[in-house]
């Protein structure tokens, strides 16, 4: 009992000693350090805009909170800083060198994030001593957690720059327990704190559902694309499979399903005619990075796709004494890469309606010509009957189901 008692009273001398230094000189325990995010998320510190500071470490939640935090914070108008608080610090140490910091910088606060088996507990000091302390359950996901503590956070943060009351208590002086998750506090004391009228949080909206971990992603969709000279516009359905990540990398793989290309033609030959036929079957590979706005609803998706078209070709005779020959053998793969931007609308977690464009560039500069020969064999000519564009649009509109 002796050392958290010496704790307690070496914290609360270096916050009496904060108050008789000049103001920016921190002179609590080993001193804190941080950095600037700067205002409304910019890269500068603000020149008049209040300040909140962010104990976050060098760990997974740290970083973690961070990044949300910010995001959070991005249009409000205030200073996020980060600092760091010595992980081996009591509570009630932290506590006392939070309200020296948060009076030695200015800031309207000093917020930090503690984990527990169900969640996590929020940590909010202000300068004169007031405390509080939300946890933050019923989330498996420690992601989704951290995002729902960021909202509560950016809502607390608002509060205390407008002068609003968020429900702060003071800690007893005769606190007994070091245990970093827990803190007891006076409520019976004379002037009780009126609990404030604060809405709940709300619920996370489904991007930033969809940014809480990884998904399966499967995407149908109509496909568009200006294929051949012949054929002015190619259409059928694609089908796409593959694992988005949480930040938003996603890979996979895809397949369109596109009605057989026919055509009748003349040729010099007893019947005149020639039919031939072409069936495409694209498949391609996937990588690419999709961007999910917070509270927009919408996400944006630039991806590379490596695609392969392999194409079957048959040309017939309709009278039946004339040998064909379609351009070799009868399966041929046309390599191609296919740069692509999608926008998605995100109404639910678990759906958006996207709309896509593309840009398919062959590598190879394909031409299909028909060769015909007589009952003996000789050659009778050679007919150019299909010239499939170096370069063509692409557009596809579908919906994808994240699980």
Known sequence: MQEPRSKRVSALLWASLVGALP????????????????????????????????????????????????????DVEVTLERIDLDPAW??????????????ARAAVGLVWLEPRPDGLTIHLV?????????????????????????????????????????????????????????VKV??????????????????????????????VRLQAAYIGQAWARERAWDSGAE?????????????????????????????????GVMTYRVARYPISLIAGYQHAWARSGVALDAQLRVVAELHQRRATDPIGDISLLFGGSKLRAIPAIEPRVQLDYVPLAQLSLFVALGLRV???????????ADELGQPLGETVVLQPNLVSPVVAVGLAVYL
């Open 23 to 74: 103001a920016g000189v921190w002179a609590g325990p080993p001193a804190p350090s941080g950095d600037s995010i700067g205002e409304a998320g910019s890269d500068e510190p603000g020149e008049s805009a209040p300040m909140l500071l962010l104990a976050a470490d060098e760990s997974e939640l740290g970083a973690a909170s961070l990044r949300a935090v910010r995001v959070e914070l991005n």
């Open 90 to 103: 009591d509570l009630p140490t932290k506590i006392a060198a939070g309200e020296a910091l948060v009076r």
């Open 126 to 182: 202000v300068g004169d001593g007031g405390v509080l302390l939300r946890p933050v359950l019923g989330f498996d996901d420690r992601l989704a957690a951290i995002e729902a503590a960021a909202v509560i956070i950016r809502h607390l943060t608002t509060d205390l720059i407008a002068g609003r009351p968020i429900g702060l208590t003071r800690a007893s002086a005769g606190t007994e327990r070091g245990d970093a998750r827990e």
């Open 186 to 215: 006076d409520l019976d004391r004379a002037d009780p704190v009126e609990p404030p009228d604060v809405a709940p949080p709300p619920p996370l909206t489904p991007t930033q559902q969809l940014r809480a971990r990884g998904h």
């Open 239 to 271: 089908l796409s499979l593959g694992w988005r990540s949480a930040p938003g990398a996603h890979v996979g793989a895809g397949v369109a399903l596109i009605p057989r290309f026919e055509r009748t033609v003349s040729h010099p030959t007893v019947s």
């Open 362 to 372: 062959g590598l190879v500069d394909t031409r299909y010509s028909v060769s015909y």
